[in-house]
T-cell receptor
Framework: DSGVTQTPKHLITATGQRVTLRCSPR?????VYWYQQSLDQGLQFLIQ???????AKGNILERFSAQQFPDLHSELNLSSLELGDSALYFC?????????????FGPGTRLTVL | GENVEQHPSTLSVQEGDSAVIKCTYS??????FPWYKQELGKRPQLIID?????GEKKDQRIAVTLNKTAKHFSLHITETQPEDSAVYFC???????????FGQGTELSVKP
């Protein structure tokens, strides 16, 4: 157990719908990262927050958005869902901003879009 | 742009043999290179990492080497065991917030 929690574990929804994935970082970690893992794309960085502020963006679609709240938990919002959005979404956290701080991954949320 | 190439995509070895996985990164500003192990259905877990000011790092049966000039880094697993079977990901990052750019993964199978 890494100390990072993600809910829900599984999510099945239809195309065009909107979902929210939730992540709680390890106690004391200020940095939260979101990654998408699909079979043909591997692990793709989506977005990073540090202490409530957006710090880095990857190839995140405009239909996706995220935020980090004052209690440091983070939510990833996916809207106008398409079949290709089906994937495993991981949240990771680290204590600070520096690259060499180990990122601890949560168990992931498996999203299936039908 | 930021890109990490990883080879091979699959690797099958006999128990007790060594396994080597190689990665190449594109951004010369990258300065941190972690390796993650992901078992089926589970989260990626860090197994070893190396910073750009170090050429080699070893932890028991696992070692990582880095060639900054060639922008290559490699994972070496010696005396492989069946429990080493998993998907291994290399990644590269640089000190601008810590985002990781991952390789495509190597599925390692260790046959008893």
């Amino acid at each position: 157990d890494s100390g990072v929690t993600q809910t829900p574990k599984h999510l099945i929804t239809a195309t065009g719908q909107r979902v929210t994935l939730r992540c709680s970082p390890r106690s004391g970690d200020l940095s939260v990262y979101w990654y998408q893992q699909s079979l043909d794309q591997g692990l793709q960085f989506l977005i990073q927050y540090y202490n409530g502020e957006e710090r880095a963006k990857g190839n995140i679609l405009e239909r996706f958005s995220a935020q980090q709240f004052p209690d440091l938990h983070s939510e990833l919002n996916l809207s106008s869902l398409e079949l290709g959005d089906s994937a495993l979404y991981f949240c990771a956290s680290s204590v600070a901003l520096a690259a060499y701080n180990e990122q601890f991954f949560g168990p992931g949320t498996r999203l299936t879009v039908l | 742009g930021e890109n990490v190439e990883q080879h091979p995509s699959t690797l099958s070895v006999q128990e007790g043999d060594s396994a080597v996985i190689k990665c190449t990164y594109s951004d010369s500003a990258s300065n941190y290179f972690p390796w993650y192990k992901q078992e089926l259905g589970k989260r990626p877990q860090l197994i070893i990492d190396i910073r750009s000011n170090v050429g080699e790092k070893k932890d028991q049966r696992i070692a990582v080497t880095l060639n900054k000039t060639a922008k290559h880094f490699s994972l070496h697993i010696t005396e492989t065991q069946p429990e080493d079977s998993a998907v291994y990901f290399c990644a590269a990052s640089y000190n601008q917030g810590g985002k990781l750019i991952f390789g495509q993964g190597t599925e390692l199978s260790v046959k008893p």
